[in-house]
């Protein structure tokens, strides 16, 4: 039995000397048009349709306390606050700093809150 023959293998074309432009992509008819997937579902991102009522969070409080591992806290607030905390008794003093923080932030504060 003889050994299998390889394919010859065929050359690159040498590149081309000099700069070139490069040509226009071909423009397909109706190209305006939205674009469907399967299932007739327009492919074009639209606006969320619920109209939100002006609230947003400003403040997160992240706790992580995984079984047999140390458990961890971090506090971050949009007026600057930033703050990490490890170990059992250092993530719940970050937590009760976090409550209270969110009762003073100035972001949070408003003129009506202020006056009653």
């Known amino acids: 039995m003889s050994a299998p023959r390889h394919p010859h ?13 490069a040509a226009p992509a071909p ?7 939205p674009k469907y997937v399967a299932g007739g579902v327009p492919s074009s991102v639209r606006s969320d349709p619920q109209a939100g009522d002006g609230r947003y969070p400003i403040a997160w409080l992240t706790i992580s306390a995984p ?18 905390a490890a170990g059992h008794r250092k993530a719940l003093a970050l937590i009760d700093d976090h409550n209270r923080h969110r009762a003073r932030c100035p972001l ?3 003129e009506e809150r202020i006056a009653t």
């Not at 293998?9 to 432009?21: A, C, D, E, M, V």
């Not at 423009?27 to 048009?33: E, K, M, R, V, Y």
């Not at 458990?71 to 930033?82: M, V, Y």
């Open 108 to 110: 949070r504060t408003t």
């Open 27 to 33: 423009t397909a008819p109706g190209s305006g048009a």
């Open 9 to 21: 293998l065929k050359s690159l074309p040498p590149p081309p000397t000099g700069p070139r432009t």
């Open 67 to 84: 079984r047999g591992a140390v458990p961890t806290a971090t506090s971050i607030c949009e007026c600057g606050r930033n703050l990490f």
